[in-house]
């Protein structure tokens, strides 16, 4: 049979490689709703009702509905995590009828041919692990150890992809920097001890998956990974600012554990700029200069995400595990969306072995000390009566995924056209 001539249009297209993972990523206790046994339910009953996670998305009983969703919007990947206080809501009492509603929950996924990405841990803890200190506590590593040696056995054959933990300096920081999560503190020793653990679970995880399932599938974790610039070019306060927070953000927790990545779980959503005044650098707010910002004050910046996949790259697969914007202005997620795969596709060209882009969310959800306000989703929920309403950036999405590829019609998105020629020549920062 004679192969079809490629339609006109396609000529322009900006092409991912065969196999890209397309898909988006959610956390248990940000849909699931009813998470009462985790110590982020126990601190939002101090908060304003609005604030408290509450039934959430009902995730827990809508997920059919919701990866049929997915699944009419074209990914063929989803990343999702399951919540440990559901488990092991007691300490060494697992439930077992929870540990069904996971298997079910992930035969569900694979029934619908998605690859999964399955996060273990992603920011809640039991209540009662909690309660013995958290991470600061040595024992937590052998309890979550536990608790994966448990949950692992019974999942594996679902899963394609493992996440060990979710983005481990973010907790560090909201808890005992900004301290506006669960069991917030001012102290040094317990953030150095909590990074700590979680490096030393997150090592202890991988090995055990690789040793108990030796044609293993790949393990990595999910970083924030953030873009760091100096304000000047050439000054020594702002560069030297750029490679200590490179360093300490962006690299330590690969440093701490070594080879046990298989893939690098890249979370992109920050760029900073260090100006210096006087002799001492500060963080500026670059927003002012940028077109477009999320509802949550942040800068949108699509250059940076290819930076830190350049700065990223050696010899392992990347996977973007989140990249997303909180807007209620649904043009914004378009632009987004379109300018951000654009600098994906550029990385991919100039070598950078991406392999995924999981959108940070499928769904609106509950955005942690911010509560329900930020729409991350690419599907809106209507948080009275739990429907679930497509945005049309969604299907921008799911044409880019049916294309293989950011075809030039989506340009109008951008209010310019460039194509895909230009894209892939352009220099570092266009
Ligand atoms: C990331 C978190 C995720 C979500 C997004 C907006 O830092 O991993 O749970 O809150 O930010």
């Excluded at 898909?23 to 304003?48: C, L, R």
């Excluded at 989703?377 to 497509?390: M, S």
Aim: with cysteine; glycine share 6%.
């Amino acid at each position: 049979m004679p192969l079809k001539p490629e339609p006109k249009h396609d000529h322009g297209i900006l092409k991912f490689p065969q196999g890209f993972l397309w898909g988006a990523a959610t956390s248990a206790h940000q849909v699931e709703g009813n998470n009462v046994h985790n110590d982020w339910w126990a601190w939002e009953q101090g908060k304003p009702f609005d604030l408290r996670s509450g039934q959430a998305c009902d995730q827990y009983h809508l997920y059919e509905q919701d990866f049929d969703l997915a699944k009419s919007l074209n990914h063929n990947a989803h990343r999702l995590s399951i919540e440990w206080s559901r488990i092991e809501p007691h300490e060494g009492q697992f439930n077992e009828k929870e540990i069904e509603h996971y298997k079910k929950v992930l035969k569900a996924l694979k029934q619908r041919g998605f690859t999964v990405m399955l996060t273990l841990w992603h920011f809640t803890l039991p209540k009662w692990v909690a309660d013995e200190g958290g991470w600061e506590n040595g024992q937590t590593v052998k309890y979550f150890e536990r608790f994966v040696r448990k949950i692992v056995p019974e999942i594996a054959d679902y899963v394609d992809l493992w996440v060990t933990i979710n983005e481990p300096g973010v907790y560090i920081y909201e808890t005992y920097i900004a301290r506006q999560w669960p069991n917030a503190k001012r102290s040094l020793w317990g953030q150095i001890k909590s990074f700590l653990n979680l490096a030393s679970a997150h090592k202890k995880v991988y090995n055990f998956l690789h040793q108990s399932f030796p044609a293993g599938k790949p393990v990595g974790m999910a970083n924030n990974i953030l873009s760091f610039e100096p304000y000047h070019k050439h000054s020594i306060i702002e560069q030297l600012a750029v490679s200590l927070n490179d360093i300490f953000i962006n690299h330590l927790f690969y440093f701490l554990t070594g080879k046990t990545h298989d893939f690098l779980g890249i979370n992109y959503y920050f760029h900073v700029r260090f100006k210096h005044r006087m002799l001492l650098p500060q963080a500026v707010n670059t927003t002012a200069q940028t077109h477009d910002i999320s509802d949550l004050g942040w800068e949108v910046f699509p250059e940076g995400i290819f930076d830190v996949l350049t700065d990223l790259s050696d010899d392992l697969p990347i996977y973007i595990t989140e990249c997303g914007i909180a807007s209620t202005n649904d043009d914004r997620r378009n632009r987004f969306l379109i300018t951000y795969l654009q600098e994906v596709a550029r990385a991919i060209k100039v070598g950078v072995n991406v392999r995924g882009f999981f959108y940070w969310s499928l769904i609106d959800n509950f955005e942690w000390q911010m509560g329900f306000e930020p729409r991350f989703g690419l599907v809106e929920v209507d948080y009275q009566t739990q429907q679930r309403i497509i945005r049309p950036s969604a299907k921008v999405y799911a044409e880019i995924i049916a294309r293989g590829g950011i075809p030039h019609n989506l340009m109008r998105f951008i209010g310019h056209t460039v194509t895909a020629k230009e894209v892939l020549a352009r220099k570092s920062h266009p």
